[in-house]
């Protein structure tokens, strides 16, 4: 199974072979990501987008708005595709909470330098996995160790991501009831087996892209902030070709209207070209919100967006070598007032096929730059009223 995934990751939009082995430095010494392409791979992606009719925004009737009274600069870290942790501890059962190397390494980075982290949740693990893993869902996770978590409430907060990690943009046409109904289960077991007060009101869903009717039945939840993509966006014209995974497939499976593609500028060349939907600003209004304690409330639907980053590293993304180089490659353009960086929970675990034994050293690095350099932790919705 490895290996064919790793195969099929070798291939980009238009069947071009991408430069995927390792972390890549192109001239001058900047930083690239681990799935960095050749400028050529990337330029034929540009050139087969810009031949197709150009889109408006989807929020045109909105409003900037900001966070008053936080004094100093703040940094947020969650991490996305949360789901093998809660079945190696319904199966390992540890004691505590902190004998998990994944947790412990979490709470370590909590003494030592402050970091709060929002792990986004699955509702079970995926088929992908096996016949087996597939059936492990959030119910299966045990409450025993309720009380701990409640008394890390300060630093650590469980949110929504998706029902499961495949396929790709699981979201991107989903339905109001739908939504709601993933909201329901996943906050649910999680006050189940964390207890109140664990659950995270800023969202960022699986691959990015959520219906309007899927804003609207976030916001109607609770949901405080949603992620947003960013950029121009262009109509897709059933050109299967134009998107790398067979993620075209993904677009007219229940097309919304909404739903486009875009030039995405972060998360791996690979997927330089992406799907978008509703949740999408134009570059003009995020740089209104990118790293700083504003965000963009939408009249129509009542949603507020937000970009979750300033060009702060995804740390699965970066050779641990690379970390540094890369905080230090953002704030050389000024520093923001609100930084967030992310991860992803899979790369630790050491059955994943693309595993990283540096894993917890890349979280501890980038919490003690940040304290380091007088940033204090909060969770993403403290930068929302």
């Known amino acids: 199974m490895a290996q064919n995934r790793r195969e099929f990751l070798k291939m980009g939009a238009g069947g071009l072979a991408l430069a995927a082995a390792g972390c890549m430095t192109g001239t001058g010494g900047e930083v690239q990501d681990v799935r960095a392409a050749p400028k050529s791979v990337q330029d034929a992606k540009r050139a087969a987008l810009a031949r197709l009719p150009e889109l408006g925004p989807t929020i045109t009737d909105f409003e900037v708005r900001r966070k008053k009274n936080i004094p100093g600069k703040r940094a947020a870290f969650y991490i996305d595709d949360v789901v093998f942790l809660f079945q190696d501890m319904a199966e390992k059962k540890p004691k505590s909470l902190w004998y998990h190397p994944f947790f412990a390494h979490l709470k370590e980075c909590w003494e030592k330098y402050g970091l709060k982290s929002q792990l986004n949740v699955f509702y079970k693990n995926c088929f992908f996995y096996g016949v087996q893993n597939a059936q492990f869902t959030l119910k299966d996770m045990p409450d025993t160790w309720r009380d701990e978590f409640q008394g890390a409430k300060e630093w650590l907060r469980f949110g929504f991501h998706s029902y499961e990690e495949y396929p790709d943009y699981p979201l991107i046409n989903a339905s109001y009831d739908e939504i709601k109904w993933l909201w329901d289960n996943l906050s649910g077991e999680v006050a189940r087996f964390a207890g109140p007060g664990m659950w995270a009101k800023a969202v960022t869903p699986h691959w990015g892209p959520l219906s309007k009717e899927g804003c609207i039945a976030l916001k109607d939840c609770g949901a405080k902030v949603i992620w947003t993509s960013r950029g121009r966006r262009w109509a897709y014209n059933g050109d299967r070709n134009l998107l ?123 919490a003690k730059w940040m304290h380091d350099h007088g940033y204090s932790y909060a969770f993403i919705e403290d930068s929302v009223d």
């Open 244 to 366: 790398p995974y067979g993620h075209g497939y993904r677009i007219e499976c229940r097309r919304k209207p909404e739903t486009a593609i875009y030039w995405r500028t972060g998360g791996g060349d690979d997927i330089a070209v992406s799907a978008c939907g509703y949740n999408h600003l134009m570059d003009a209004e995020v740089e209104k919100t990118r790293g700083t304690y504003n965000w963009i409330h939408d009249r129509a639907t009542g949603c507020n967006f937000k970009a979750f980053s300033f060009g702060g590293p995804c740390l699965n993304l970066f050779k641990l070598k690379d970390i540094v180089p890369k905080f230090e490659q953002v704030t050389a353009k000024g520093e923001p007032e609100f930084f967030i960086h992310a991860t992803h929970e899979e790369y630790f675990f050491r059955h994943y096929f693309m595993y990283q034994p540096d894993y917890c050293e890349k979280t501890k690095i980038a």
